[in-house]
């Protein structure tokens, strides 16, 4: 027998579970039961294409079993088993990184801590809401050792080996006196119902119950050991569309998503001609807490004829689309297909594209507070598919949401075309990290002027790679505000001359600030503020964002062009000041605060303030 320490994660879930979690214990259930089904999924495939296991007469069931004498419930199967590696890796420590984050993302709140017990692979410890002992008895297929896994989940576990003769596992529960409710047969009934009736294996429910025979003197009670099955035990997504109601796609989703929320939409579809298969999707309400990891888990589950193949291969879907949760049952795969086959396989190739449109299709339809939702959780992902997909572009254009300039809320493109120049047919755009510097930049006062839409992009290190790169949408060009003139009502002649009238004072400028600008001109971009800041569009770095991005390296910084606004009195002022000390202060003031204005920092934050200070002091 040896003795282990939990992983300090667990310990804290433990800990958790023992003394926190009680709105919504039940749930201990439906991820046994759900553990119990991926074993049996697991060996059912090892049957089928393992030589070793093909002549076994086996047939996969889920037991539960209630003893109100013992004060226990058992749950246990004929799956896969586990051996003592196995046992020590899922149930000692959380068997997947993220430990950290996921101990980080409980809220406290008892009702989404439960909800995200299941999310993060941790489901088996939700027994301790309501065990004070629990033994996992345990013996993988094709190995002859079993072996035990004991815990009262106070911080220690015991591993030591026992004999058992058939492969599976089986979860003894003792019960704390103040959870005997699991020990009714109606009770666990009920909740296996809830949860589990659509588990593809039937779940059978052994209980004991008082019997009366006989009359009068003759009359006899005695305790009748009693079973039976308690699921529908037909995977959900086999049945026609047509005899399912919503209830039902709801109930299955619980079960995969390990949750109590209803998903935002779903869609089931039957595919036949070609290629058959069927698919069930589900999109979430919330994101999954690994939605930006590189090591996301996978949520949908491939089938072959029935036959469960995997549940985590990312090639199922395009990596934007992970936070979808569901089914692909194919027809046509072969039963042994292996990972690298599935990577290159023809008919998945198209049951991922057909997959991919429908699911988009099904976004789009979206409507109100469930059209909100999904772009609070999901909106940074789509661009993801916007720069990935160019299959689907048009259409992740019509589901992505923007900021605006004018309009509250997010809008969609469709939307911010209706409101324009129909004769540009532009799409005007600026990005940066803090929305409420870009609401306020001075490259937005001519359009505010003018009453042109501009779109608020804020997610600065995915918009700088995404939108540069879309070009047109429904033969509307996105233009980046920074790198084209602003709309104004002067000729060329009109701001030709302008700038010749202050062509001395921008080459002062130049010459005080050096290498700290590429250029320094006039501009008719700005109404209230005396200067700004913009990248040079003709630089060739401006146009190489994304293939840096491929390379894993930083963007290099594109040289910035000074503009400065000819009708502020404090650039009338400078055009014929003559102190050259306090000339250069208010160049380098100039500079820095059209700097500031954009969300950018000042190379020398002191001197800025100095400079600030010493112009102050002299005119009051």
Known sequence: MAKHQFQTEIGQLLKLMT?????????????????????????????????????????????????????????????????????????????KSGTKSFVESLTGDAKKDSNLIGQFGVGFYSVFMVAQMVDVVTKKAGEEQAYMFSTDGTGEF??????????????????????????????????????????????????????????????????????????????LWTLPKA??????????????????????????NKVEGANEFTTLFYIPKTAPFDLYRADYQSNVKLYVKRVFITDDDKELLPTYLRFVKGIIDSEDLPLNVSREILQENRILANIKQHSTKKILQAIKKLKDENAKIFTEQYNKVIKEGIFQDHTNKELLLEIVRYKSSTEEGMVGLDDYISRGDSEKKEIYYIIGEDEKVLRNSPLLEAYKKANIEVLILDDKEI????????????????????????????????????????KSLTEKI???????????????????????????????????????????????????????????????????????????????????????????EPKDKSAFALRVAKIATEAI
Not at 195 to 222: F, Q, R
Not at 256 to 264: A, F
Not at 474 to 485: A, G, H, L, P, R
Not at 543 to 564: R, V
Request: glycine share 4%; net charge negative.
């Open 463 to 502: 918009d700088e790679i995404v939108t540069p790169a879309i070009g047109t949408f429904k033969e509307w060009t996105f233009k980046d505000i920074t790198t084209i003139d602003a709309p104004d009502s002067k000729t060329e002649k009109e701001k030709e001359e302008i700038s010749k009238e202050f």
């Open 243 to 268: 005899s399912l109601k919503r209830e039902d796609y709801i109930e299955f989703y619980k079960t995969i998503s390990h949750g109590d929320d209803e998903p935002l939409t779903y869609l089931h």
């Open 158 to 235: 015991e591993v030591k080996p026992v004999t058992k003769e058939e492969h599976g596992t089986v979860v003894y529960i003792k019960l704390k006196e103040e959870e005997k409710e699991f020990l009714s047969k109606w009770r666990v009934q009920e909740v296996i119902k809830k949860y589990s009736n659509h588990i593809a294996y039937p779940i059978m429910l052994h209980y004991t119950e008082e019997e009366t025979t006989g009359e009068g003197d003759d009359k006899v009670t005695k305790k009748v050991k009693k079973s039976e099955k308690v699921n529908e035990a037909t995977a």
């Open 19 to 95: 003394h926190s979690l009680y709105s919504n214990k039940e749930i201990f259930i439906r991820e046994l039961i759900s553990n119990s089904s991926d074993a049996i999924d697991k060996f059912n495939y090892m049957q089928l294409t393992n030589e070793k296991f093909k002549d076994e007469n086996w047939t996969g069931k889920i037991n539960v079993n209630l003893d109100e004498e013992d004060g226990s419930l058992t749950i246990g199967d004929n799956g896969l088993g586990m051996n003592e590696e196995d046992l020590i890796n899922h149930l000692g420590t959380i068997a």
């Open 510 to 600: 130049k010459e005080v600030l050096g290498e700290e600008v590429k250029e320094v001109k006039t501009t008719t971009r700005l109404t209230s503020s005396p200067s700004c800041v913009v990248k040079d569009s003709s630089d060739p770095m401006a146009g190489m964002a994304h293939m840096f991005m491929q390379m894993g390296q930083d963007m290099p910084e594109i040289p910035l062009i000074l503009e400065i606004n000819p009708d502020h009195d404090m650039i009338k002022k400078l055009n014929s000041l003559e102190n050259k000390d306090k000339f250069s202060d208010m160049a380098w003031i100039l500079l820095d605060s059209a700097k500031l204005s954009e969300g950018l």
